[in-house]
Nanobody, 127 residues
Framework: QVQLVESGGASVQAGGSLRLSCIASGSTFSTYFMAWFRQAPGQKREAVAVIGRAGLTMNADSVKGRFTITRDNAENTMNLQMNALKPEDTAMYYC?????????????????????WGQGTQVAVSS
């Protein structure tokens, strides 16, 4: 079992930056596959960026070159550095974790693969 708490969401203007953090409880954080998802009003929840146990990352095409996902296993923390924010980045951002995943490269962006979720942190980007 792991509990996830997100922070860092805020209202910013387009072009600005935010850094989201996800702190995980428990002592086995390093064994979890981790991800950031987001959900805008009326939209499906979508993967933003994922990071595997060994640090392999994948980003959604919409955020490539702007967002960076990292993890610090010593601090049980995952971060999402978001630069050059756009109004279309406005959404609730969720941290997700999963201890077991076969074929990571195929399924890492599939939200149904993740059994542990945080409550979310709101990001609002104005033009």
């Amino acid at each position: 079992q792991v509990q996830l708490v997100e922070s860092g969401g805020a209202s910013v203007q387009a072009g600005g930056s935010l850094r989201l953090s996800c702190i995980a409880s428990g002592s086995t954080f390093s064994t979890y596959f981790m991800a950031w998802f987001r959900q805008a009003p009326g939209q499906k929840r979508e993967a933003v960026a994922v990071i595997g146990r060994a640090g392999l990352t994948m980003n959604a095409d919409s955020v490539k070159g702007r967002f960076t996902i990292t993890r610090d296993n010593a601090e049980n923390t995952m971060n999402l550095q978001m630069n050059a924010l756009k109004p279309e980045d406005t959404a609730m951002y969720y941290c997700a974790a999963e201890p077991h995943m076969t074929d990571y490269l195929r399924y890492a962006c599939d939200l149904t693969q993740y059994n542990y979720w945080g409550q979310g942190t709101q990001v609002a980007v104005s033009s």
